[in-house]
């Protein structure tokens, strides 16, 4: 942890290019295709899910006593002060991302990258086949299992599909206040227990509000919306390990930020220069103030994996990335 504090504190005040800011930046000449889960052959949905769980079986990378499944929640609540309502939120969570494929593809994965496009789940999350016990994530929490966490919250067990036996190390119960409390994985679905405030919901991740905010001229407003609007929405509709900061709990998380970087992806299609796109101001990772951000700026990874600059994860299609959709 002393390691993790150190580098942290270093890399906040470390600019490093990648290379110098005159050079060309080199393309990958065969990236990969990241495609939608419903497009997957059966056989390689189930080979993600079994890589998915046997991250629980690998070694931290970040010095904890905990599984590698585990690093990404735990990473997430420390840095989450840095990489959410700012300017870093689309670029570390696109190198997130990524730095998960890596370890599903360690774990022996070898099918394409894939995403969740939620867009077509408006009438009903737990109606997707993203969710399906058979070919998918397994349903909503289960009033009929549950677990209470250390602040008296009961959990809704998810008692359906290959995740209802995981075991999440760490959980958020507020957004500075993290345990190492062994759970359930929960979940727990507004359109079940609130359907009406779900319709509200729905509308947001819909096609239309999607097309609409799609066309946003800047980057400034164009990331602050996907954030608040689709990208929070979604974790609200999930609920359960969605919502506290400990939210790469839910194995569906990558899925869905995998949406939201192609939704990115696809927004600077329109234009080549937003392909270096990147401004605005972001909180400093002692949580003391803000300052303008950089594409020389770096997205921390906790020993997961090496970090990188912003300027590297721009264009998926990059020498760092090399993937598209």
């Known amino acids: 942890m002393k390691l993790f504090s150190m580098l942290m504190a270093a890399s906040a005040i470390v600019l490093a290019a990648a290379r110098p800011a005159n050079q060309p930046r080199q393309r990958c000449t065969s990236p990969s295709k990241r495609i939608e889960w419903r497009q997957l052959t059966a056989a390689d949905r ?24 585990d690093d990404f929640a735990h990473l997430h609540f420390k840095l989450s002060n840095y990489i959410h309502g700012g300017p870093p939120f689309l670029p570390w969570h696109r190198y997130f991302v990524h730095v998960h494929e890596n370890a599903l593809r360690e774990c022996g994965y070898q099918g394409a990258g894939t995403y969740w496009d939620w867009t077509l789940d408006t009438a009903g999350l737990r109606h997707s086949p993203v969710m399906s016990a058979e070919t998918g994530f397994g349903g909503n929490g289960s009033l009929n299992r549950t677990e209470t966490s250390p602040a008296g919250r009961t ?38 227990s609130e359907p009406q405030a779900f319709e509200t919901m729905a509308a947001s991740f819909g096609p239309a509000n999607v097309a609409e905010l799609q ?18 929405t979604i974790h609200a509709s999930l ?23 192609r939704l990115w992806w696809l927004w600077q299609q329109q234009d080549p220069s937003r392909l270096s796109e990147y401004n605005g101001e972001a909180s400093h990772f002692n949580e003391t103030g803000s300052r303008e951000v950089s594409l020389d700026d770096m997205l921390l990874m906790g020993g997961i994996e090496d970090d990188v600059t912003v300027r590297e994860v721009m264009d998926v299609q990059g020498d760092r990335l090399c993937y598209t959709y």
Not at 50 to 68: I, N, Y
Not at 215 to 232: D, F, I, M, V
Request: aromatic share 10%; glycine share 8%; charged share 15%.
């Open 215 to 232: 066309t946003a001229g800047n980057w400034t407003y164009y990331s602050g919306a996907l954030e608040g609007g689709p990208h929070g």
């Open 46 to 69: 189930q080979s993600y899910i079994k890589a998915v769980l046997c991250l629980k079986t690998k070694p931290s990378r970040m010095g904890l006593s905990t599984p590698l499944y």
């Open 239 to 261: 609920g359960g390990e969605m919502n506290p900061t400990t939210s790469p709990n839910e194995p569906l998380f990558f899925l869905h930020h995998a949406q939201i970087d």
């Open 155 to 192: 959990l809704q067990c998810v008692d359906s599909g290959p995740f209802s036996h995981l075991r999440p190390e760490y959980l958020a119960l507020d957004p500075k206040n993290m345990v190492n409390f062994n759970h359930c994985l929960w979940r727990d679905l507004p359109e079940v």
